[in-house]
């Protein structure tokens, strides 16, 4: 029987396995794939003590599709010129599902011989390949060994090890991006649809006033005059939609104004366009999100407020922000007309509300809709914070 069982200590962990574990903890907090890949190109150079670590994704057409690199200087990377070819050691390793080792590159045949004219020359070598189920999608490419004259079979070892949660990491990356990719695309699509529902149909109107003012000055400038103020309302009508929908695409500047903070100046935005009275009351004790979330919260919350402007025709409308310490809670009301929220027709082309559903549903919250024609409507929305 081992101390450490006797004594009801764990065993002591390796530092190569903590290290592992650390270059690991520290890729999982991040989302962009480049910035993954940057991590884990350090990571492994620390982890092997090497001068120099790179991490190519190829494109599949002889090319990488990224190639970063580690322990060059800016000045070095820029001087090598573009991007290298996947040829020679640096294809060689995404053609296959095994590591390769050697204390001289330059001795091996798939070895070209040939470098860019400011590459630094390189003779200990290992490379890994990262291998996720649909195959090879990098490789780790790590060289001249600092405190040895080569790697060896340990190096190698937590390189592959490293490697296996980079697949992951890589991919979890990448699904990420493109979970943005297509939130920006509905919300491009969100965008047409708020310009040909409203500000296209009031510069419709707009050109048909702006004709009928033309005819009807042939007859006396008092008989054009209901017509030109027609024109003159649906003009700042138009512009304020177009001001709103200009400042929708500003980037909320979650991190430095909070939530509340970024609500406050919408509020201002949409009361200055729409004539609305909107009100944000945000208790103190409101949990903090992080930006991702933050984000598709607002969203969700900036749906709420313009359907509650554009539809309700409400006096006022109030945001209330609060919670306990697991649990965001939001509520957008409205003094306005109400609607029956079981009409297949309302629900299909107007408000929507099955976009804020599903985001609802993405975050692990819930939204639920109260309304009634002639009584206003309130949206509440809870979201679960801090792994609750």
Known sequence: MSKAIVSGMPEPVSPALKAVSDAVLAVASRLSVDEVLQQLVDRARELVEARYAALGIPDGSGGFRRFLVAGMSDELVAAMGPLPRTHGMLGAMLETD?????????????????????????????????????GVIGAFYLTEKETAPTFDAHDQELIELLASHAAIAITNARLYERSRELSILSERNRL??????????KLFSLNLAAEAAATLLDRGPEEARPQLERVRDLARDALAELRSLIFGLRPAELERDGL??????????????????????????????????????????????????RHAEADTVTVRLGGAEHALRIEVADDGIGFDPTDPELRSHHL????????????????????????????SLEVPVNGA
Not at 108 to 128: C, E, I, K, N, T
Not at 271 to 276: A, C
Not at 354 to 369: K, V
């Open 98 to 134: 095994g590591a390769y080792l050697t204390d001289d590159i330059h001795r091996d045949p798939r070895f070209r011989g040939w470098w860019p004219g400011a590459h630094p020359d390189m003779r200990s070598f290992l490379g890994v390949p990262i291998v996720a189920p649909e």
């Open 192 to 201: 047409a649809l708020e310009l040909h529902d409203v500000v296209s149909q």
């Open 260 to 309: 509340d903070g970024v609500l406050r100046k919408e509020a201002t935005m949409l009361q200055r366009v729409h004539g609305v009275k909107v009100r944000i009351d945000a208790h103190g004790d409101a949990p903090h999100l992080e930006p991702a979330c933050a984000g598709e919260v607002l969203r969700i919350v900036e749906e709420a407020l313009h359907n509650a402007v």
């Open 352 to 379: 929507g509300l099955t976009s804020m559903e599903e985001r609802a549903r993405e975050l692990g919250g819930r939204l639920t809709l109260m309304a009634s024609p002639g009584s206003g409507t309130v949206v």
